[in-house]
């Protein structure tokens, strides 16, 4: 059969509309198991999904999950461990990269806290904790009353 252009009328060769669509990043507990019954509902009844691949799918989705929330927990412990660190360098001496191979020294006075990151407050500008380069062991009064005459 053999159909003339003049035949088809009101047709456009235009995409349909693209339907927007949002990402998900993660895949949650509520996800998978969505995903999992959709997969039940159309599995081949004359071959279904065995017990051992349905119990391994669970497995790693259980192992999944704790691997986020051993992920979260060392996320805080992280912080914890920060102010610790901000804490014990309160009232000591030292000496921070500012820049490029720029470097400043002045004794902590004060930490806060922002974004769950600790920071220190040297002269009135606050640090990160990998801005410190070395921390002066002994206190700046004793070093500035050692003088060898």
Known sequence: MIV???????????APEAVERVPVKMLGQNEFLKLLVTQMRNQDPMEPVSDTEFIAQMAQFSSLEQTKSMGAEIT?????NDFLQATNLLGKEVRLLTGDLEFTKGIVTDLNVKDGEARIIVGNKTYTLDQVNSVSSEAPETKENTTTE
Do not use: C, D, H, V
């Open 4 to 14: 003339n252009s003049t035949q088809i009328t009101g047709f456009k060769a235009e």
């Open 76 to 80: 805080k412990l992280r912080q914890g």
